[in-house]
């Protein structure tokens, strides 16, 4: 098109030329040069411009792999039928794209499905799991694993296992799987182990299990963690309850016995002397009452809550008593509002089964009522009767009774203890009544505890396609972009002026890993800035001081981000400015920003060096990315990892595959910028 361009110049100056031959006069010329700057102008407008923005927008179709990219208006042209072909094929090239797209996602809702049900499972685990590679680098995790590292802005796809764990011991178990595969007749199919989580200081039982590809070789393994803290502590106090009992009482006894025996050895022994041996068998005596008590009070805690126990409804457990009393003289109805306990139901059951015919028989009674009742961290469990108080002697008989057949050779009493319970018997509320309280453990129902952090429902929690990405030592320049981990952020502040005092007052980021945005491992924080947000910068992004109000400082914050960029390449729009407010607070936080960093404004500038807008709104609407949540951090951080996916795509087309590629690239189309500016301000 220039070379036309250059040709058609050339001709009409020739017919200028021409022109001043046959004129003879200066008026000629004048009007020659009129004739063939109107012809160039005239050029440049209807076919040249018209053509070179034809060129681009194909150029941008061709190498992005969007079908939904469209032509733009091309204007006043003199392109004849040119434009409207172009289209036609553009229609026909995004008609293509999107049946090989529903074909592609017809094979991924197959996967979907799978994917459903893993997660599900994994979900429902109550151990923390972790898939890793060989370079211990997480391929998967699930919700369990986050809450049990205390860090979950450490975890993520692709992140070391080795910034939450010590790796020494994974290392070690790891190595003797595969020594026990290559070398044992039987090789081991998984290797128990313990290690400790730093940031918690909990310590942790692992299991370790291989994973191998099609080949049968190692390319991962799976660890399974169960914190053990609780576990010992218990331990450790039963090891203390067996120094009394070994030790510490012997002595007590001893004593015992040697005054015991000296009384007896010498009966005419002087009442003087005898008064001090019968002071010490008082005193003796009085301190191991004292360390019995206290030993049953610790061997009790050690037993409370640990048997397996659940939740239960306590109309199905008054239900499944009626099916054990079916065929018996007394009959039980449940009385009141039903609410949750926590207990082991098969042997509750068993015990009041045995407590109901107990009452039946004693009160010579055929209905007893069962009635729940909350007390202090307890629920009461009241067994109503017609008649008199059960005497404590009596019940401390029926406690040493066994309990139904479902429960063993145990007592009602070590059921019921293994509970937390305690039971008596009182009168009451209403005339002639008496009750029977059982105390039972309150319920663990998600309600009655504490809120946790909540995960967004369907978070990426796996890509098993990172098995080998992290393989090698090559530099990060060498590398392809898609096998990049990048974190995308974006920063609202309270202004344009960091020197001036302007803040942070929200940062949002997502993490993308393999080509995936991971939008269940994404960072988003209010922060206070410590200074009131002015009206202007409210207008645009909407935030307030009542938004920020107990909201972390900066210092707080920084730390926390700092650590769930990792060691990933961290990606802007625009991203000078924002390192430019992280950079200058980053010293008060104690963090330093030192990862590499990329700029979908400079790349966008270097792929279209001919368009003027490469704001995120024109290149979201010329690529056709929705934005939800502008002005956000979180919302322009989501929009500016799809752009970067877009513009890998055309990067990748024009072999500009690996980092070092388009950094030089993006590096260059700057600086070029930079000094067609200063050229231009000179």
């Known amino acids: 098109m220039r070379a036309g361009l250059v040709l058609l110049v050339l001709l009409a100056a020739a017919v200028g030329f021409a022109a001043t031959l046959v004129a003879g006069a200066w008026g000629g010329a004048a009007a020659a040069a009129l004739a063939v700057l109107g012809i160039g102008l005239w ?83 109550a151990e923390g799991v972790f898939v890793c590679n060989r370079q211990h680098r997480i391929l ?196 009141g509002l039903p609410l949750w306990l926590h207990g082991d139901s098969l042997s509750l059951i068993g015990v009041l089964e045995a407590l109901v015919r107990r009452i039946a028989e004693d009160q010579e009674v055929d209905l007893v009522e069962i009635e729940p009742m909350l007390g202090d961290r307890r629920v009461y469990l009241d067994l109503v009767w017609e008649g008199a108080p059960i005497p404590a002697a009596e019940l401390e008989r029926w406690l040493d009774a066994p309990a139904a057949e479902c429960t063993g050779a145990e007592r009602l009493r070590d059921v019921l203890e293994r509970h937390g319970s305690e039971p008596w018997s009182m009168r ?69 002026q960091p020197t001036q005092g302007d803040e942070i007052i929200q940062i949002g980021a997502v993490r993308v890993v393999g080509g995936r945005i991971l939008t269940g491992e994404a960072f988003d924080r209010l922060v206070n800035p410590g200074r009131p947000i002015p009206p202007a910068s409210i207008r645009f992004h909407g935030l307030t001081d009542a938004d920020v109000a107990g909201k972390p400082t900066i210092r707080e914050v920084l730390p926390a981000f700092r650590a769930y960029v990792d060691d990933a390449v961290m990606v802007g729009h625009n991203a000078a400015f924002d390192m430019k407010f992280l950079t200058q607070r980053q010293a008060q936080a104690g963090v330093v920003f030192d990862n590499p960093v990329l700029d979908t404004m400079l790349i966008s500038r270097m792929l279209d060096p001919e368009e003027d807008d490469h704001s995120l709104d024109a290149l979201c609407e010329r690529y056709g990315i929705p934005i939800l949540g502008r002005h956000t951090a979180y919302g322009d951080a989501i ?35 930079h000094r067609e500016a200063v050229v231009a301000a000179g």
Request: glycine share 6%.
């Open 639 to 673: 929009a500016t990892a799809e752009l970067l996916l877009r513009l890998c795509e055309r990067l990748e087309t024009r072999g500009l595959a690996t980092f070092g590629d388009v950094t030089r690239a993006s590096r260059m189309a700057a600086q070029l910028r």
């Open 428 to 496: 009451g509320g209403r005339e002639g009544m008496a009750v029977l309280r059982l105390p039972l453990l309150a319920p663990r129902r998600p309600q009655f505890e504490p809120e946790a952090e909540r995960l967004p429902a369907r978070p990426e929690f796996y890509d098993f396609g990172l098995m080998r990405a992290h393989e090698g030592d090559a530099a990060l320049a060498a590398k392809p972009m898609r096998d990049i981990d990048f974190v995308v952020f974006d920063c609202e502040m309270t202004g344009l």
């Open 140 to 335: 998967l995790y699930n919700r369990a694993a986050v809450a049990l590292t205390g860090q979950p802005e450490k975890v993520g796809l692709g992140r070391s296992l080795g910034d939450l764990v010590s790796l020494e011991p994974f290392r070690h178990n790891l190595a003797r799987l595969e020594n026990s595969r290559r070398d044992a007749e039987w090789p081991e199919v998984s290797a128990p182990f313990v290690c400790m989580m730093p940031a918690t200081g909990a310590m942790l039982h692992a299991r370790m299990a291989l994973l191998c590809d099609r080949s049968g070789e190692v390319s991962g393994y799976l660890v399974t963690l169960v914190d053990i803290s609780e576990d010992l502590r218990l331990l450790a106090n039963a090891e203390g309850v067996r120094r009394v009992l070994t030790r510490d009482l012997r002595a007590t006894v001893g004593n015992l016995r040697a005054a015991a025996e000296t009384m007896t050895a010498i009966p005419d022994m002087p009442q003087e002397d005898r008064a001090r041996f019968e002071q010490v068998v008082i005193e003796e005596s009085t301190a191991l009452t004292e360390t019995l008590d206290r030993l049953g009070q610790e061997i009790r805690g050690h037993m409370l809550g640990r048997w397996p126990m659940a939740d239960i409804y306590v109309s199905d457990l008054v239900r499944s008593l009626e099916t054990a009393l079916e065929g018996a003289a007394v009959r039980v109805t449940l009385v």
């Open 43 to 125: 050029v440049e407008r209807r076919m040249s411009a018209p053509a070179r923005r034809l060129a681009r927008d194909l150029r941008g179709i061709a190498e992005s792999r969007s079908s939904e990219l469209r032509l733009r208006t091309v204007g006043a042209h003199s392109l004849g039928d040119l434009p409207d072909a172009v289209e036609t094929l553009v229609t026909a090239l995004g008609i293509t794209r999107r049946e090989w797209r529903k074909a592609a996602e017809a094979e991924a809702a197959r996967v979907e499905t799978q994917k459903i049900w893993l997660e599900a499972i994994m979900q429902a685990f």
